[in-house]
């Protein structure tokens, strides 16, 4: 009897992604704050993502990643063997280390737009890419260190989805109901206060390390920066720590200490007389002043 395989009938959750597994079409993997090499792009939430790549591969991040390498660069040419350290392409898989169409390269012998078009590995520690361009160099350069990653602008490198092996299965947030004092939260957490909502964007809770000017200001020194801890999560309403974003705006129910009132004069707050009147004194005799509608001394 003839055998059919199928393959994958399902979709698969593999956890936490981590470069050093081979992922294949179907599974799925959170990609966000705590995945260790995020470098603080997912401030609002952990993304799940779904692998469509036609073969399985170690090292695919969903991300463009950024890393470099060392080249012997020839005159005006667009392929390059970069060496490569085992650090900088973890998974060990040299189809991942770039992403064809999505991934540039940086050098000052390069255009900014250059692209990588197809990636090659040669051997365990060597990749071939081929490129959009040639290079600018007029003569055979040495020990030249090549950075491949995403698109750069003003010395940032821009987030880009890596859209050959990944689709992105959901964005997703945490709804954790009313803030708490005590609470601890990661990014892509959702509280309310004071009826709006508030999504975290970095964590925070009690004993939160965060860093603060301790210097005592002088005459134009520079700031001493220290570590500090909190003692609560950060209140969202006041965010003094810029833990928070705005998520969704509603009814601004603000707590009366959190009011600020101002008195016009020295009477009660629960005074019902005009502003201007003092109210009456009690004593052996009553008495009110002359001034006082239909009053006497």
């Known amino acids: 009897m003839a055998t059919i395989n199928f393959g994958k009938v399902k979709l698969v959750h593999r956890g936490q992604y981590d470069p050093t597994v081979e992922y294949s079409a179907g599974d799925i993997v959170s990609y966000g704050s705590t995945s260790g090499d995020t470098g603080g792009a997912f401030q609002h939430s952990n993304p799940t993502f779904i692998y469509k790549g036609k073969t399985a591969k170690t090292g695919s991040h969903p991300y463009v990643q950024t890393r470099?390498?060392?080249?012997?660069?020839?005159?005006?040419?667009?392929?390059?063997?970069?060496?490569?350290?085992?650090s900088e392409n973890p998974g060990g898989d040299h189809r991942?280390?770039?992403?064809?169409?999505?991934?540039?390269?940086h050098s000052e012998y390069y255009p900014p737009?250059?692209?990588v078009i197809k990636v090659e590995p040669t051997n365990s520690s060597t990749v071939k890419l081929t490129l959009s361009k040639n290079s600018r160099n007029g003569s055979e350069l040495s020990n030249e260190t090549i950075v491949v990653g995403s698109c750069r602008l003003a010395n940032r490198y821009d987030l880009i989805r890596n859209e050959v092996d990944w689709d992105c299965y959901s964005d997703t947030f945490t709804f954790r109901g009313e803030w708490d004092a005590n609470g601890t939260y990661e990014p892509g957490n959702i509280v309310v206060r004071y009826g709006q909502s508030y999504i975290c964007k970095a964590a925070t809770g009690a004993g939160t390390t965060f860093f603060a000017d301790l210097s005592v200001p002088t005459n134009g020194d520079p700031a001493v920066l220290g570590p500090c801890?909190?003692?609560?999560?950060?209140?969202p309403f006041w965010d003094y720590l810029d833990n928070w974003d705005t998520y969704m705006v509603g009814d601004m129910g603000c707590e009366k200490q959190n009011k600020i009132?101002?008195?016009?004069?020295?009477?009660p707050v629960d005074w019902k007389g005009h502003p201007f009147i003092k109210p009456p004194s009690w004593g052996q005799n009553t008495g009110v002043g002359s001034y006082y509608p239909g009053g006497t001394t």
Do not use: M, Q
Not at 261 to 267: E, G, Q, T, V
């Open 68 to 86: 470099f390498g060392i080249t012997t660069l020839g005159i005006h040419t667009s392929i390059i063997d970069l060496e490569i350290e085992s």
């Open 96 to 105: 991942s280390y770039a992403v064809e169409g999505l991934s540039f390269v």
């Open 113 to 115: 737009s250059t692209r």
């Open 229 to 235: 801890t909190t003692r609560t999560a950060a209140d």
């Open 261 to 267: 009132s101002l008195i016009p004069n020295s009477n």
